[in-house]
């Protein structure tokens, strides 16, 4: 049993698919199969059952990752352990608030993992040296590198009466009560279509899901939101709209050297997801 195991299995765990748990890792799917296979075998227990849409975690692997979640960050405290050396590098990052949790996580690992870099958050909308923001939101004078594209879906209570159909139509959702999220950047899409009545409104995405999970209303929300909250019910939208999320950077001036080097990594990671979905 090795670390790398159990962070794929952690992925996993998180994700409850494994295709998605390789695009966030950005590695190959077979490879976290076979790291799952592996741990099954070293532990002498199954630790997902597939499903059509992805997998189910059993009650041997919720026991499991707790463990695993223990040892990988005691892990990661141990390589910090030492690091004295003070940091050479500010990065400053804007992030806008409909990011989902773990791919947020993925996101900033690397950065807050590095020595050399402190890094400071703001809001996507103050001065930064980049941003993490909806390809909607990009200015003229920035460049834009895609990250990840995703639909949009409706959290539902698990109670509530749409969930008895596979997929919604815009028209289902009239009259319906609705829990609205004030950072929406496809607000004004959403505008445009049928839509129920505003309950509630969130200030943040945790929020906005907590109340749908309490059966206050249901919410329109980004798939990767939706997915990180196992307490809501999650369906498609007929109306197919996406969002491309990537990271945007003046155009106008040379990039700061913790933010090149963040460019260089991210756009290797798409070149190597792009090469094993190819494969």
């Known amino acids: 049993m090795d670390i790398r195991e159990l962070r794929y299995f952690a992925a996993v765990f998180t994700e409850r698919n494994l295709t998605a748990a390789a695009k966030r890792l950005f590695i190959s799917q ?3 199969s076979t790291a799952i296979s592996n741990l099954e075998a070293e532990l002498g227990t199954a630790l997902f059952i597939r499903h059509k849409k992805g997998v189910a975690p059993t009650a041997a692997a ?3 990752h707790a463990i695993a979640r223990r040892i990988i960050d005691e892990a990661d405290a141990a390589k910090k352990l030492f690091r004295t050396r003070p940091a050479r590098h500010a990065l400053r990052l804007g992030l806008m608030h409909t990011l989902d949790i773990p791919r947020t996580i993925a996101l900033l690992k690397p950065l807050t993992e590095n020595p050399d870099v402190t890094l ?3 809001g996507a909308n103050e ?5 993490v923001i909806s390809k909607s939101m990009v200015r003229s004078d920035e460049h834009f590198l895609s990250l990840w594209s995703e639909r949009y879906v409706v959290a539902l209570p698990p109670s509530h009466p749409l969930t008895l159909k596979d ?3 815009p028209a289902d959702l009239a009259g319906v009560a609705m829990v609205d999220r004030c950072h929406c950047e496809q607000s004004a899409l959403f505008d445009r279509a049928p839509k129920g009545e ?3 409104i969130a200030e943040s995405e945790d929020w906005a899901m907590a109340l749908v999970a309490a059966g206050v209303g249901i919410a329109i929300v980004p798939e990767g939101v939706a997915r990180a909250n196992g307490d809501v019910a999650i369906r498609e939208i007929e109306a197919k709209v996406k969002r491309e999320v990537g990271l945007a950077y003046s155009a106008k001036r ?3 050297e913790p933010l090149r080097e963040f460019i260089a990594k991210l756009g290797k990671q ?3 997801v792009s090469k094993q979905g190819k494969r």
């Open 167 to 169: 997929r919604l139509r």
């Open 62 to 64: 919720e026991q499991f």
């Open 30 to 32: 077979p490879s976290i």
């Open 120 to 122: 400071r958050l703001v």
């Open 270 to 272: 798409r070149r190597q």
């Open 198 to 200: 505003t309950v509630a």
């Open 254 to 256: 040379p990039p700061c």
């Open 127 to 131: 001065a930064a040296d980049g941003r």
